[in-house]
């Protein structure tokens, strides 16, 4: 059964570009939350996708975006990227259930280097 | 508002040894949902075990121990005979309900981590 699969593993981008990342869940999951932790500190809420729709979102510029497809899979899009973006990008994914609460599990991240 | 404080920074301690990780929150909700994630150097944070707020039995997993005490807001977690493949950053994490959402939970808070070495 695979885990939580999450590419690149490492992204190096320039200020100003765009970057899109890249989640696949944990089979039997059908909701992606997206994470930003920056060097030493713990992960920051980004959003969360569930049928296809953001249903929460964090503290984040719009500059951040994301995708879910019918397969459950979901992308982070961030555009013009900041020296402040680089971080560990990690995603989620937990269990469907009407009015469940399941524990999120994560993925290896993806290292984003903004020069 | 939600918060999670971590106050240790890091820790280090011999192999063998005994370790507490202590982990403060702050809720209004009165459902909630209390987990600890382990990140060792690789990356992915490991989920390690979750507890609901109206389930204040404490936990025990092998050398791994949880201390939920909802009077003082504490969600502790205890190493016993520490090794060092413990060695790892850990993290405290809170979430609220959903509320009347389909799907699972919403955003975990976490706290800023606690630096786990462990030496031989």
């Known amino acids: 059964d695979a885990g939580v699969t999450q590419s690149p593993t490492h992204l190096i981008k320039t200020r100003g570009q765009q970057v899109t990342l890249r989640c696949s869940p944990k089979s039997g999951h059908d909701t992606v939350s997206w994470y930003q932790q920056a060097l030493g500190q713990g992960p920051q809420f980004i959003f969360q996708?569930?049928?296809?729709?953001?249903?929460q979102r964090g503290n984040f510029p719009d500059r951040f975006s994301g995708h879910q497809f019918p397969n459950y899979s979901s992308e982070l899009n961030v555009n013009a990227l900041l020296l402040g973006d680089s971080a560990l990008y990690l995603c989620a994914s937990s269990g469907g259930g009407q009015g469940a609460v399941d524990t999120q599990y994560f993925g290896p991240g993806t290292r984003l280097t903004v020069l | 508002a939600q918060k999670v404080t971590q106050a240790q920074t890091e820790i280090s301690v011999v192999e063998k040894e005994d370790v507490t990780l202590d982990c403060v929150y702050e809720?209004?909700?009165?459902?909630?949902?209390l987990f600890w994630y382990k990140q060792p150097p690789s990356g992915e944070l490991v989920f390690l075990i979750r507890r609901n707020s109206f389930d204040e039995q404490n936990e025990i997993s092998g050398r791994y121990s949880w201390n939920f005490q909802k009077s003082t807001s504490s969600f502790n977690f205890t190493i016993t005979a520490s090794q060092v493949v413990d060695s790892a950053v850990y993290f405290c994490a809170l979430s609220g309900e959903m509320g009347d959402y389909g799907g699972s939970q919403g955003n975990l808070i976490f706290g800023k981590g606690t630096k786990l070495s462990v030496k031989p």
């Open positions: 996708y569930y049928e296809e729709e953001e249903r």
């Open positions: 809720t209004r909700d009165t459902t909630y949902y």
